[in-house]
């Protein structure tokens, strides 16, 4: 057989006789990832790779029949909380049963660079689990999770929160130039390390504080690097279309690509807004520069009681921000700030609308867990104070945030997203198991159902988007906008993330009731060619690694 006949036979699936495989899966309906249509094809892997998509006729070591299921690339979250949850259980439970091989973090906060000083205050605020903090840069983290043993692979942006805490503070301040030129040195190490860029989550103090020009100059440092800047924006409610505006000007000044963090319209008066801006993004689009969006397909957010106080009362960190909150004349102001419709600042309280729609979802005090699934109102009545008041109780006794979720999203808002070409997905949720310390606190239903409830509900009940086109949004789309190499697709030469499902029967269990349940429908999920879910049971496998952005130095 002539060379260029033998390759192009070999590039579409073709074996010799004398390969020999580690697993064949047989007769899947296969997604490549590209958004296709599919084919019934058998996929080959021999150790972290996929050697071969076609009829392969070798058997391996480990045969799969995947007939009647789909076959694709595994899933993407865009947006992972799973830095503490990994280090609790690295076997992903959550995510690995939706079929999610890679986890990225990194919003605002990132474990790593880090101060003493940041080291302190992280110890601080550890709830239900706790760990020693062993390691100082952003990879020093993910190699320890690795050598622990992870079941998902790891990726991550470096926090421009965490910038700005190790090297200004929680003041409310712009940086000195040199401690400017220091964030950058930061970023540039990080990138270098294998950090995707800087992500930001500018509604929470002390991100807050940081200005447009300060951003720039982070980015600046990434962009050589093919670093992505990626936003939970400055607002998602009154000013959301400035915020839009923030985030494109910081692309189109530094060179960088750009992503939209959970991208929503937050709060009833604010869902007109979202038509205006998904034509405002089709149109930068359109003049060649590269901005894209996450969602997570929920109509209620989850973050902390913070969202729904002034940024200046926390300024200085979580101890001066209690100790304002123990003042009369403090509380007086915060309370009626908190009741005060306004564009300066981000109040997600008043974006759900009432304290009806604000339920309380994780507490570290004992004493206190028994409000945990309340509304705030709920509680508010329990104690005899008025929302606002207890809201400020809550966090002084806690000693922390408190975990929150608001009801502030529109549904035909996250169909209109969805319908997007540029739009994946992303859970804002730690991955989580249905046992240990997990159970102490209530969970977003999100942490458990995100990429079941995407492909269950809006693809295949819904029909929003096609199977095809849904599956894209969950593996080479992100693969593409992260530029990670090897990733994404279901063809030769990729590493060997792959996941078997059954479109007919995938779906979420959880609900803001009952959050911590798994999803059901995913059968089989292998990662650098180790099956880690066998029959929908988790095999104890770790073969996570981390993933390393464009700029990394090998």
Request: proline share 5%; with cysteine.
């Amino acid at each position: 057989m002539a060379f260029a006949a033998w390759f192009g036979a070999f590039a579409v699936g073709a074996c010799s006789p004398a390969t020999s495989y580690d697993v064949v899966i047989r007769n899947g309906t296969v997604y490549d990832g590209s958004g296709s249509e599919p084919v019934v094809a058998d996929v080959a892997m021999r150790g972290d790779s996929i050697v071969a998509v076609g009829t392969v006729k070798e058997r391996g070591t480990t045969e799969v029949d995947a007939t009647g299921l789909a076959v694709s690339p595994g899933f993407i979250n865009m947006l992972s909380w799973s830095t503490e949850s990994l280090i609790e259980d690295g076997r992903s439970q959550g995510d690995i049963r939706q079929g999610v091989t890679l986890e990225v973090m990194g919003e605002g906060d990132s474990m790593g660079p880090l101060s003493d000083t940041l080291k302190a205050e992280m110890r601080s605020q550890q709830g239900d689990i706790t760990y020693p903090i062993t390691w100082t840069s952003l990879r020093e983290y993910q190699e320890m999770l690795v050598k622990k043993g992870i079941s998902t692979n790891i990726a991550s942006f470096v926090g421009a929160t965490t910038l700005r805490m190790k090297h200004v503070g929680w003041d409310d301040r712009d940086p000195t130039p040199e401690q400017l030129a220091a964030m950058q040195a930061d970023v540039r190490t990080a990138m270098e390390e294998g950090a995707l860029g800087v992500g930001s989550s500018l509604i929470y103090a002390p991100a807050f504080y940081a200005k447009t020009p300060e951003l720039v100059a982070l980015m600046k440092a990434a962009a050589p690097y093919g670093g992505m800047y990626i936003s939970h924006m400055r607002s998602e409610g009154a000013r959301f279309e400035q915020a839009v505006e923030e985030l494109i000007t910081i692309a189109r000044e530094s060179g960088a690509r750009a992503e939209i963090y959970h991208l929503k319209a937050a709060g009833e008066s604010n869902w007109p807004k979202m038509a205006s801006v998904l034509a405002r993004i089709d149109s930068v689009r359109a003049q060649g520069l590269e901005i894209t969006a996450d969602i997570y397909p929920y109509t209620a957010g989850a973050t902390g009681l913070d969202a729904a106080m002034p940024p200046w009362v926390q300024a200085g960190g979580y101890a001066a921000w209690a100790k304002r909150l123990r003042d009369p004349a403090i509380r007086k102001k915060v309370a009626e700030e908190m009741r005060t419709p306004t564009d300066q600042w981000e109040s997600l309280l008043l974006a759900a609308g009432s304290p009806e729609r604000v339920v309380l979802a994780g507490f570290k005090a004992d004493s206190l867990k028994q409000y945990t699934g309340k509304t705030l109102a709920a509680v508010a009545k329990l104690r005899g104070t008025s929302p606002e008041e207890t809201a400020m109780d809550l966090v002084v006794k806690d000693g922390t945030r408190v975990g929150t979720i608001y009801f502030i999203i529109n549904e035909d808002n996250i169909a209109a997203q969805i319908r997007k070409p540029w739009v994946s997905v992303g859970s804002d949720a730690a991955s989580m198991a249905t046992e240990g310390n997990f159970l102490k606190s209530n969970t977003h239903p999100r942490a458990y159902g995100t990429f079941a409830r995407f492909l269950g509900k809006y693809v295949r009940d819904e029909q929003v988007i096609s199977l095809q086109e849904g599956i894209r949004r969950l593996t080479s789309l992100p693969a593409t906008n992260l530029r990670i190499a090897r990733r994404g697709w279901l063809k030769p030469g990729y590493h060997a993330d792959v996941v078997i499902f059954d479109p007919k029967t995938i779906r979420d269990n959880a609900t803001f009731e009952q959050p911590h349940q798994y999803a059901t429908g995913v059968r089989d999920v292998f990662v650098n060619g180790v099956q880690v879910l066998k029959n929908g049971e988790h095999t104890g496998a770790t073969p996570g690694r981390v993933v390393l952005g464009p700029g990394a130095k090998r």
